[in-house]
């Protein structure tokens, strides 16, 4: 068995007594003793501080930013070349049957594209732009750890520290100066709150965590946390809620794929699985990914088959993901139902140790987002 | 006293036995957020599926530690999962038994070895 990865912050997350768990190879924190409820609530109150270091920075550079976006639209359906300078947008790695090889965050930096992708797929999705990215430099990020401070406080405690992040927007990216080193700071995040997500040089990463904990509106936050959030935010999880069995139509991702990609655009298709995306989009996919609120209070969790009835027949659909939801003080799950099943106040039945409960379909996100529009 | 190694604690009450989870147990579990217990009345076997309890990420069952019959059901911990990390070892504990044979209990340990175990 090979030796866990690990992030810059190792040494820091088992001084605050984290228990550490493996993830995507890297030993990671699930919790500090807080707890995830804890952390959980903190972060939607005040800061919560993230160490998202094991995820992939990649820089993509060609003669010009358009032509470097150019070339990244053939793998991603996503308006690439019409991203502004200084901003960021979500996407996705598709394949030639439509389906979904990882999800990513872009970002125009000037010069070149900057683009943040996955643990557990980092290594094949270096492989797909290697193999398929004509005319690109492609510069795996190695030397840099990524944090993510997310809450209420978020802007007031890192405008201490660095007061042009005040002034940022949702999805702006800026390169900022904290504690002396270059930070590549974007506001965004996986918590449905508002907050940043910022690059630093790896020999600076402890510093600025330490700094940021020293403030005492900010707390570590796990990975439990960190997914209990992001499922009341109804966000997907790479490898759960979307993998390379689902298209982005289904799994209610056509927002991020804009007119420009789509038929009748003026760059539309060009890109694997164009002909059963674009179909999609314009006829519907047989199934759709959506929010289910169990009825009672038990959760039903990710692997649940979903039936629509109380008795008899097959299964339906499954549950891609499922949790309780600390702010939301009840169980929530996502999953996949068929379309005609898919409207918002459906009552569906999981089957949860051998008995069917009944769910009832529910927009997402379960808990509303406070971005900084 | 009694302890399993499943981290149940045994406390015999008159002509039952009272079952819950040590404070080990609950904090290594984390927060719980959902506790399903038997019906009053079931017939178990030792090592039978008797409890669920969740915590935020996760589910877990507790066993069935003795042969014999659920006779009450702590009602309070459905509206109060909470109430297991607060108090495992008292408010929180889950059911009491009515065991078949009593010289069960005879393979599980004291406090001083279970607290053995969990060092």
Known sequence: MTALLQTPLHALHLELGARMVEFAGYDMPVQYPAGV?????????????????????????????????????????????????????????????????????????????????????????LAHMIAHLKGVTIEPVTDRALLALQ??????????????????????????????????????????????????????????????????????????????????????????????????VEAAL?????????????????????????????????????????????????GTPLYASEAGG???GEVTSGAFGPTLGAPMSMGYLPSELAAPGTTVYGEVRGRRLPATVAELPFVPASFKR | MKFTEEHEWLRPEDDVIVVGITEHAAEQLGDIVFVELPEVGTEVSKDDECVVIESVKAASDILAPLDGEIVEVNDMLIDNPAKVNDDPMGDAWFFKIKPADLSQMDDYMDEAEYKDMIS
């Open chain 1, 37 to 125: 409820m804890k952390e959980h609530l903190h972060t939607r109150e005040a800061a919560g501080l993230f160490d998202v270091s094991h995820m992939g920075q990649v820089i993509l550079r060609a003669d010009s930013y358009e032509a470097v976006a150019l070339a990244v639209e053939a793998l991603v359906p996503v308006d690439i070349a019409g991203l502004k300078i200084g901003r960021q947008r979500y996407g996705f790695f598709t394949n030639e049957d439509g389906g979904l090889l990882d999800d990513l965050m872009l970002a125009n930096r000037g010069d070149h594209l900057f683009m943040v992708v996955n643990a557990a797929c980092k290594q094949e999705d």
């Open chain 1, 254 to 302: 056509t927002w991020a794929i804009q007119k420009v990609r789509r038929s009748g655009g003026a760059r539309e298709g060009g890109f694997p699985g164009a002909d059963r995306i674009l179909s999609e989009i314009h006829n519907g996919a047989e199934r759709r990914r959506v929010g289910l609120r169990p009825e009672g209070r038990a959760p039903m969790r990710e």
């Open chain 1, 314 to 316: 097959d299964p339906v």
């Open chain 1, 151 to 248: 809450g209420p406080e978020a802007e007031a405690v890192l405008a201490a520290l660095a007061p042009d992040v005040a002034a940022m927007k949702f999805m702006d990216v800026i390169t900022s100066t904290i504690l002396g080193a270059e930070a590549w700071v974007s506001r965004s995040g996986y918590t449905g709150e508002d907050g940043y997500e910022i690059s630093v040089p790896e020999a600076k990463a402890e510093a600025l965590a330490r700094a940021l904990l020293e403030d005492a509106r900010v707390l570590p936050i796990g990975l439990g946390a960190r997914d209990s959030l992001r499922l009341e935010a109804g966000l997907c999880l790479y490898g759960h809620d979307i993998d390379t069995a689902t298209s982005p």
